[in-house]
């Protein structure tokens, strides 16, 4: 805890005009400690790391270590926690508040409750998904502290040994029988975060790769919804300048591969070739032009997909 704590004789008042200029590029690393592990006598500390330097990144990896020194009591206590545990994490914030994310674990343990005469030692592995909340605290000259409310579900495997006191309580008799068994592995977190910039500062960007990549796809999708079967049933109605109520029967003469081969070339001209277009004419990386490539084959697919269903149901109609 006196990470946090050793700025505080530093610190200035707090000035809100000046947070707001802050570039939230700025410190790709933070430093995190839970304050409830402190309250159970446990020891932890968290380094924190934007995997990229660009203002809108909103993905960090984390790694957490715990560690409780293992004590040299003369006596066995009726209590006892010991721990050390490495604690991999992926987060990604959906705004400069919320975040979710998972993590793995590993962790070495000797634990015993009170009035319990049988206590744990061993190993566990595994992880969950995790979630949380962060708020700014207090904003400093040059960093700022954050409060981050917090919770983790997972499961772990644990393999352990019982062990029990000696006769004299002056060490422990360890089970010579191993077991296993996967455990529920809850987290809750209150934690205090101190990084250079404060979370409200730092996640609030938005990639103009993906608001360009939202307009270019909205816009894809406009045009396939203007073309369609019923539109392409009306162009060939005008075509041939009179109306039936059998489209299929009286324009196709029962010649179902002509009307999909007509269908099909409309498709491609009016969408599938003015889409790929748009999409070779943009703005976009060639990253974001491949992703909404393969999405034009799969929208294309599906169309004649439909076109089918529907053009099944027009041909039992017929009979």
Known sequence: MCAFAWASPLAMAQDN??????DASKGLFALKTNLLEWTAAIPNLSVMADLSG??????VAALTLKYKWK???????SYMLNLLEIRPEYRYYLNNRFYVGGYAAYSNFTAKLPNNPTGWTGFAAGGGASGGMELPLYQYRKSALDIEFGLSLGAH??????????????????????????LPYPELRVAL????????DKYNETDPMKALYAQEKESIQINLNATNKETFDAMQQGKLKFYQDNIFHDLYRNDA???????????QESFVDMALDSVEHSRLDERSKNKLRKWVESLRK???ADFDRSLKA???KVK
Do not use: C, M, Q
């Not at 660009?54 to 993905?59: D, L, T």
């Open 302 to 304: 599906k169309a004649l």
């Open 157 to 182: 495997y644990a393999f352990y040994r019982d062990f029990t006191a000696n006769a004299d309580h002056t060490g422990i008799e360890i089970s010579s029988t191993p077991a296993g068994r996967v």
């Open 71 to 77: 004590t040299s009591e003369t006596y066995v206590p």
């Open 257 to 267: 591969e002509a009307y999909r081969a007509d269908y099909e070339a409309y498709l």
């Open 17 to 22: 005009s000046h947070t707001s200029e802050k």
């Open 54 to 59: 660009k203002p809108w990144n909103r993905s």
């Open 193 to 200: 975060v101190w990084r250079k910039t404060s979370v409200k």
């Open 314 to 316: 027009e041909l039992n």
